[in-house]
């Protein structure tokens, strides 16, 4: 009896961990998303030739840094190109 007990605690606990990370992938995913859509935005714009500095690009460095800081990580890139740190 015990034994079927301690097996359904532990699949309730392996499904909650599976939902709780498929959660967290999803919103990881979406800002991965959104990131490489500003990205494409302010490139398709040519937002930061009104600063006067030339347009991001798509190099691998800038692409992977938009898809794993998101929103945040494009805020880097803009921000160090108008630094003039080149990635």
Known sequence: ????????????AIVA????????LSVVVE?????LILLIVINFFHIMQWMG???LGYDLPTVLICAIGGVP?????????ILGVTI
């Not at 961990?17 to 967290?24: C, N």
Request: aromatic residues 6%.
């Open 1 to 12: 009896m015990s034994s079927v007990l301690v097996a359904i605690l532990l699949v309730i």
């Open 31 to 35: 800002n991965a998303i959104v990131g």
């Open 17 to 24: 961990v599976v939902w709780y990370l498929v959660k967290e």
């Open 53 to 55: 500095r030339p347009d």
């Open 73 to 81: 990580g494009v805020c880097i890139v803009v921000l160090l190109n």
